[in-house]
């Protein structure tokens, strides 16, 4: 990890702009050399190919790219690919199980939790957690909780019923 | 994004040396203030040290005091238990400030170090910034503002210190402890912010390569209550327009002793001595909550966007009083 200071960027010293990444992604164990500059979110969608996670607004403010880290939401826009190094993601991509769709993925169905469908990742990956983190317990605290995923379609009632049935396990 | 070095020491001395020997290095903790501002192009460090594999996470509970790794995130210290009973308005103001996604990123040291939300200050085409630029000028003075300060400021810069946490921390007084190029030092958080009035483009007393290590937070005494109060333009993660950290004693039924400290008015979180003097030692008074208001306020330099903010903070202010005082009325 330890670098030398260069004063241009002279292709010999293209290295040091680049970092090695050994992390887990949906289980699998994955290596990437990236240019220091990528993001999680970078990484994952052009990198690795899993094009599930959206870029919405690639600042913090949307929630889109919303993905699991050590099986904490953050959001991979503000992330460096580099910061997973030796950590586990999880990306929508890998919230079903082997036996079929995770409850909140049917109930969002259902429900009809989505129109363009552009935010649902990013809401499925923060709902998600939300459950774990046992904060669906009233349909205020879900709003509230879920308040960093946004969707420009407006879909929100149908989101927080989706929320409310799994955690209720009414499904 | 302009290209940049990166290293990810496992000491501190060793992080405290890469950025001091670097004139272009900056630390990296949760990157939701550094990563966004790299993106933007406000802030083209050449080296990054990722300090989050520093062992400075985690929260060590003692009978006076929470001493906190600065690399604890801001839902690690909400979800302490100590802090909900002692620290209740600490609590509030970390679950009140961004989201779920945000806290899990955002470090502690980080949060007190975010820069300001200045959207002209965010955006390089615009060359008007004495923050970024010393002696360019200001624009959001001349132009739109609204997320902006009113108190510590003047024409030069209307920056607001928009951190949340920070502003129930001033009010119990909390510290930093500093690593850096000339050693270990201590610094209370009433010294550790500049106004900007008193210099545009220096926002904190750290020097290059000061790595913030811990957080010293004293525990309100017992009997003490206290909450945080946010206003802001849409229900949840948004920014204050205007906050009230309070926190009191009551002897029977006059305020005994008083903390308070406003959000979203000051280029620094903005310790309210003047009303914590009006008010300690008096009765529960909705006029005199209102006048200690006005004593805050009284110095307040607005521009056409900000003016609302006086009478809001004011009301802020009177309103948590009430709420805090209320059980004794
Ligand atoms: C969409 C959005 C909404 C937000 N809403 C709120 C809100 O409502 N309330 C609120 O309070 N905040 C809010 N924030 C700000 C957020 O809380 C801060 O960005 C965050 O706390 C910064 O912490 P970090 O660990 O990500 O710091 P970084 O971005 O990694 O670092 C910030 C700065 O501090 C320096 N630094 C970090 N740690 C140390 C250290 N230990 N010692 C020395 N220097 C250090 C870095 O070099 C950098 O200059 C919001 C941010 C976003 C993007
Ligand atoms: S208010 Fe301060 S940060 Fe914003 S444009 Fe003016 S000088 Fe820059
Ligand atoms: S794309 Fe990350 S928050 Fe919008
Ligand atoms: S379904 Fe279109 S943004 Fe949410």
New binding site residues.
Partial sequence: MKTTRTTARAPSAQDQYTVDVFTVVNGAPAQWRVDTRTTLLEALRDTAGLTGTKRGCD???CGACTVHVDGQRV?SC?MLAAQVDGRQVTTVEGLAGELGPHPLQEAFMRHDAFQCGFCTPGQLMSAACLLREGRAGSDADIREYMS?NLCRCGAYDNIVAAIRDVAKGTD | MRAFLYDRPTAVGEAVAAVAADPQA????????????MKDGV?TPDRLVD?TRLP?RGILVESQQLKVG??T??EQLAAEPVVEQRLTFVRE??L????VQ??N???????????T?CRYFRDPTVSACNRRSPDSGCAAVDNVARMHAVLGVDERCIALH?????VPLIAVEASVL?DGPSGQRRIPLTEFWVRADEGPSIENV?GHG????EIDIPLLPQGWRSGYL?V?DRAS????LTSAAVALQMDGDMIGDIRIALGGVGSVPWRAREAEEMLRGTHVDPVRFEQAGRAVMASAFTVPGTAFKVDLAVRTLSRQLLTMTEASR
């Fill in positions: 600042q913090g403010a959001l503000l960093g | 900056a630390f990296l903790a949760g990157g939701t203030t550094q990563v966004d501002l802030w300090i400075l600065a690399l995130t801001m103001a970390l009140l400030g961004a989201s945000l806290r990123m955002a470090t502690i040291g980080g949060n007190l170090l975010q820069r939300r928009a951190s949340d946490v920070a500093v750290l000061d790595l913030i290590t946010k802001r993660y948004e920014f204050a």
